[in-house]
């Protein structure tokens, strides 16, 4: 069964979804992972403050600051089943519907891109994951992208 | 302000 497994996406900011498919009878059991960073205390006024309690971030000597980001996740499981044709014998019909699946208790679809083995989900394409690699790497990107902010920032 | 040192805490995932 080519849903089966966990399959993950990025938002090409500061989320990354895993989604994982399981068997459920005639359906599937979705479990949905948000993965995002988040700093473990406030960022520092960037000029600096006068008020200690609004920057609780751990402060170094000479003004300056280490940042910790801890990966954070909300969970939810939901389920995905096979569009049923209204003509079921239509094979037409059939061949429609063959790589989609009413996802979210029909709220939305996911479509499945034979080409590279991908899913499309609300604008955002999820890799299979065959390995750890998929995860880290898009962990990586999310870091970069947390750096980038604090270099915007400060 | 100065940002010396930016970690990461990825032991959720382990």
């Known amino acids: ?9 990025y938002d090409g900011n500061n989320v990354m979804y895993r989604i994982t498919f399981q068997e459920n009878g005639k359906e599937y059991m979705v479990t949905e992972d948000k993965l ?8 520092p006024s960037p000029h600096g403050t006068l008020f200690p309690s609004i920057d609780d971030s751990v402060k170094q000597t000479n003004n300056t600051y280490n940042i910790n980001f801890i990966l954070q996740k909300d969970s939810r499981t939901t389920t995905a089943r096979e569009i049923t044709p209204q003509n079921e014998k239509d094979d037409k019909e059939k061949d429609k519907y063959k ?3 009413s996802y979210d208790e029909g709220r939305t679809i996911i479509r499945y891109i034979e ?9 955002i394409r999820y890799k299979k994951e065959t ?3 998929v995860t880290n790497d ?11 902010e604090l270099e915007t920032k400060f | 302000v100065i940002i010396d040192k930016i970690t990461f805490d990825d032991s959720i995932l382990t």
Do not use: C, H
Request: glycine content about 6%.
């Open chain 1, 1 to 9: 069964n080519k849903y089966l497994g966990t399959w993950v996406g």
């Open chain 1, 36 to 43: 995002f960073y988040k700093s473990e205390k406030n960022y």
């Open chain 1, 99 to 101: 790589n989609q699946l």
């Open chain 1, 115 to 123: 080409k590279d083995n991908t899913l499309l989900i609300n604008g």
């Open chain 1, 131 to 133: 390995s750890p690699d």
């Open chain 1, 138 to 148: 898009i962990l990586k990107q999310m870091q970069n992208a947390k750096r980038i």
